[in-house]
């Protein structure tokens, strides 16, 4: 990637160019970097660990949430209750720190932290909006009890289907060994296959519960809230709600010159959509783990769309 002289602003930019190597392994990513033959490099578990507390190691969040969607179309997934009791049967924090360890942390909801700011006060959308379904055993029971009832079920048998990536595999490993343990009569099994081949089983409705992740291109809660409207091509689990789709709708048209409101519709949608409706079950957010030379300054990592802005690095 060479620098444009054509630029409008290219007095500002101080790299004249940047050389890509192509890897896929995180140890020849690093190796790469300690032999000073690459000044940035992405590194993900088990790399993220060994190098903390190394001054080269920078982790920024992404505009990213890994989270579980469950099939409303079907039982036992389409009843509330079960998947209340889903949703506040595991521990995220837990998660973050012994499977993934590589910056990530638990969200309380569907819009990740340093995503969105309050248009007066500038405070973040998921401290302002706050846990909307925490690890909550107690709670949990009380769903599970509700949703067995409701089911005319003493025990249920349900399945978590994930690519077969080892991040995937230990993810679905670890939520069957927590959901087994906090929901008495609860069986998971797992089914871990190529991304194709999930893209393909979720597009038949034939699962479950589907663990993935989203990112979107943009920065707004829309684009986030967007994904769960009825008319959304993007949810694989068939949800489809009138309330949640007027709650949208409204947010969208009612509010063009009323950014608190608009907001404040906002943070009631994403409410209704995780803790009351409960099709989704956030689980964390991802981050971005990069070694960096210490001469390579201000690299953008953009939480979404383009990764790295290299408009504004220096190397000296």
Sequence with gaps: M???????????????????IMSKENSTNANLFNEGEVQYTAITTPFVEQYEGDDNLQISPKGMVGYLEFNSEREPTNNVHFRRAISQAYDRQAFVDTILKDGSQPVGGWIPHDYANHPETDKDFRDDNGDLMPFDPEAAQKEWDKALDELGKDSIEIEILTSDT???????????????????GLTVTIRNVPLKSRQGITGSGEFDIVYGTYAPSYKDPSAFLNFYVSSSNMSSGGFSDTTYD?????????????PVGRWNAFKDAEKYLVQDQAPVSPIYQGAFANLVDPKLK?????????????RTAEYK
Excluded: C, R
């Excluded at 709650?247 to 009612?254: C, R």
């Design 246 to 258: 007027q709650m949208i709708s409204d947010a969208e048209t009612n509010y063009i010159d009323d």
């Design 166 to 184: 080892e991040t995937s595999k230990a993810t679905s490993e670890f939520l069957q060994a927590q959901l087994q343990d906090n929901l008495p």
């Design 2 to 20: 060479t620098k444009n002289d054509d630029y409008w602003d290219k007095d500002n930019v101080q790299i004249d160019d940047v050389h890509w």
């Design 298 to 310: 201000n690299v953008t990592n953009q939480p979404n769309g383009v990764s790295q802005y290299f």
